[in-house]
Nanobody, 123 residues
Framework: QVQLVESGGGLVQAGGSLTLSCSASGRTSSAYTMGWFRRVPGKEREFVAAILYDESTYYADSVEDLFTIIRDNSKNTVYLQMHSLKPEDTAAYYC?????????????????WGQGTQVTVSS
């Protein structure tokens, strides 16, 4: 089992920045893929970014060049740095772990999830 706890969400004005953190505990491994998803009420969970064991990164088109995913294996923590935030980035953000090789843009490709942290971007 892997436990994930997100933090860092909050209210920010459009154009601002925010950094989310996800701390992992339990049967963690630097070989696992870490991902971030977000969900707006009434919609499906949406892929945001993922980082593999070799620090290869993948992003949704909507956040490419605006968000950065970073992992610190020594702290079992993954970060999502978000810049130039827009009101449409408002969502609950979830951290996820994938225990099999590669990555997926589908929530079904991940085995463990955090409880989420709310990000609200005001216009």
């Amino acid at each position: 089992q892997v436990q994930l706890v997100e933090s860092g969400g909050g209210l920010v004005q459009a154009g601002g920045s925010l950094t989310l953190s996800c701390s992992a505990s339990g049967r963690t491994s630097s070989a696992y893929t870490m991902g971030w998803f977000r969900r707006v009420p009434g919609k499906e969970r949406e892929f945001v970014a993922a980082i593999l064991y070799d620090e290869s990164t993948y992003y949704a088109d909507s956040v490419e060049d605006l968000f950065t995913i970073i992992r610190d294996n020594s702290k079992n923590t993954v970060y999502l740095q978000m810049h130039s935030l827009k009101p449409e980035d408002t969502a609950a953000y979830y951290c996820a772990v994938r225990t099999t090789p590669g990555y997926s843009r589908s929530p079904n490709g991940y085995n463990y999830w955090g409880q989420g942290t709310q990000v609200t971007v005001s216009s």
